[in-house]
């Protein structure tokens, strides 16, 4: 499986971005997503996740009511919808899957396959 993410930038604080991961290669039935981050000088860490169906999703406190995770089964693609952002959101994101669960799950460990990462900055 490979993963693109994309739509990153530069954005001001309370600002917004969505950000997609397009999954290729393999079919994305029954995977579980999710998004982690990681800040400069920072350890990755968790940011949402969600199941096949994309009834069950969990987010990490710091997102909770601003962050969005959703899915398109039939795109093979996985959003990440941030609004009221904030500079401690900047980070390079990164999507991940995973093909043996249908449970989210907010550990990395629990990942088989990562995209590149794509890039948030949020100006003061």
């Known amino acids: 499986v490979q993963l693109q993410a994309s739509g990153g930038g530069l954005v001001q604080a309370g600002g917004s971005l969505r950000l997609s991961c397009a999954a290729s290669?393999?079919?994305?039935?029954?995977?579980?997503m999710g998004w982690f981050r990681q800040a400069p000088g920072k350890e990755r860490e968790f940011v949402a996740t969600?199941?096949?169906?994309?009834?069950?999703?969990d987010y990490a406190d710091s997102v909770k009511g601003r962050f969005t995770i959703s899915r398109d089964n039939a795109k093979n693609t996985v959003y990440l919808q941030m609004n009221s952002l904030k500079p401690e959101d900047t980070a390079v994101y990164y999507c991940?899957?995973?093909?043996?669960?249908?449970?989210?799950?907010?550990?990395?460990?629990?990942?088989?396959?990562w995209g590149q990462g794509t890039l948030v900055t949020v100006s003061s």
């Open positions: 290669g393999r079919t994305f039935s029954g995977y579980r």
């Open positions: 991940a899957a995973d093909p043996t669960s249908d449970y989210p799950s907010n550990s990395a460990m629990d990942y088989d396959y």
């Open positions: 969600i199941n096949w169906r994309g009834l069950r999703t």
